[in-house]
């Protein structure tokens, strides 16, 4: 009998055409043959960053209201197990590995990728734990994600921005098009985004989503930084209604950006209230016990030490607008590496001026970039006081030894980059 590491050693190189093969057809086919037709609601969660943190509120507030949840993330940070979880728990080995084996007994001659065999497991494994709601975070994309086979009674796209253009294109219009495939015709499709894409935009149009826009729809303020006040009052539900939820408490995920993720989680609850309906008091405690390790994560302590899996961009931006609210900082050191598909130069000029001191190593995997290309890439940014290390928990436990107790280490650039450093703590 295989045990779930000979599953997954197995799986990365199953599929011919190798991890990632984007299209619909196959994995739908295997879809029906195991009739994986969920009964529950179902919650598609889209967008270049912030998914893992709204898919995060849904869980532990749905949790907190008395409800069964299975969520479906995706990377994970340091055992397969935390892709998917009930209840915000990791299910077990046993439970995958009698999935994965469902799989390979209904999909006969059909090749799958990793990540199609993660996608159905997940269904599967939360039909069998009969859960009452599903949150499922899209991989890559939307349109043609493995998760886009099932059928979203709410979706969310919570940011459009630039990242894996080799498979979503090479502008924001293109991304934007990408990510409102998981829109369904006649159901809410939730955007934390304004303005979006016009292509999203016009996506929900011509299919006929019921578009409930950021800014618009529902929008939030926030009270000297101790609570905040979330507006319901959509503009094109025409059985839609008003409602205020007020008081709220600030959520327990760090950065500036996180109460506009909350805001989109909660609209997906006034979405699907008529059938999950959620007490004021489930919301506040989901929101003070939330967690989602890895996006601007503080660890107790001092030096203060953040990690953030954030690798692009738009995340990079999110980062140095949160390190800036932070307190003083005598000495600011980045452990940082980050996979050679990135736009390193977008991130780097973004955040550079929020450190004074780099410690950098190469990540162990194909699409690592060099040590040397790392340090080639933070020279041409006019970057000095540079350290090169064999590893990143190498480059950590360095940032430490030499870091006093005013000072600050931010660990970011890859979710690989993060996982070394939570493996070694």
Known sequence: MKTLQDWLTHLETAHSNGLIDMGLARVGEVKKRMNLNPQCPVVVVAGTNGKGSVCAYLTQIYKQAGYKVGTLTSPHLLRFNERIAVDGDPVSDEAIVASFERIEAGRGEISLTYFEF?????????MHEAVDVMVLEVGLGGRLDAVNVFDADCAVVTSVDLDHQA?????????????????????????GQ???????????ADIGAKLL?????????????VQWNYRFHPQTVSDGFARNRNALPVPALRGAYQIGNAACALTVLECLNDKLPVDIGAIKRGLLLVENPGRFQVLPGRPLTVLDVGHNPHAARALRRSLINLAFAQKRTAVFSILSDKD??????????????WNIAPLNL???????ALQEKL?????ANINVFDSVQAAYQAALAN??????????GSFHTVAEVMAAL
Do not use: W
């Open 344 to 357: 390193i130069d977008g991130v780097l000029e973004i955040v550079k001026d929020q450190f004074d001191e």
């Open 366 to 372: 194909p699409r690592g970039m060099s040590a040397a």
């Open 194 to 204: 304004n303005p979006p894409p016009q292509s999203l935009l016009e996506h929900a």
């Open 379 to 383: 020279a041409a940014h006019g970057i």
């Open 213 to 225: 826009l950021a800014q618009r729809d529902f929008d939030y303020t926030v009270q000297e930084n």
């Open 403 to 412: 870091a006093a107790e005013n000072d600050r280490i931010v660990v970011f």
């Open 167 to 191: 498979f979503l294109g090479d502008t924001v219009e293109q991304v934007g098009f990408e990510k409102a495939g998981v829109f369904r015709s006649g159901k809410p499709a939730v955007c």
């Open 118 to 126: 993660n996608a159905l497991a997940a269904v599967d494994v939360f």
